[in-house]
């Protein structure tokens, strides 16, 4: 099954954090909070849900809920860029279509 986006919405807030996303990647299985944010070049990039831990002196640390399998070198496989070009594809098309315009900010 291909990713297909759930659920899009905007984030209000103003910061470099645009849009919230679902995708469902199959199998039954959602990844809920995708993050699209605006680089600093303009351009949006994706981010695979995080979860974070407040630390003692109250600045957050951020660890990922969800990756992408990698190698024995630390890099992605072939098959998770592969998934990866896919979703970001998907999800970016979607807030295209939302926004109703292509995506870049």
């Known amino acids: 099954m291909e990713p297909k986006v759930v659920k899009t919405w905007k984030n209000n807030g103003n910061n470099a954090l645009k849009y919230f ?8 299985i959602v990844l809920h909070g995708v993050k699209v944010f605006q680089g600093n070049d303009g351009n949006p990039f994706i981010r695979l849900p995080s979860t974070g831990k ?10 990922p809920a969800v990756s ?3 190698d024995e070198d630390g890099k992605m496989t ?10 970001d594809e998907v999800v970016l098309a979607a807030v295209g279509e939302q926004k109703g315009d292509n995506v870049p900010f």
Do not use: L, Q, R, W
């Not at 072939?78 to 979703?87: D, L």
């Open 21 to 28: 996303v679902d995708v469902a990647i199959g199998n039954g």
């Open 78 to 87: 072939s098959a998770a860029t592969e998934t990866a070009k896919t979703i």
């Open 54 to 63: 407040k630390g003692k002196n109250g600045d957050m640390t951020y660890y």
């Open 68 to 70: 992408y399998e990698k």
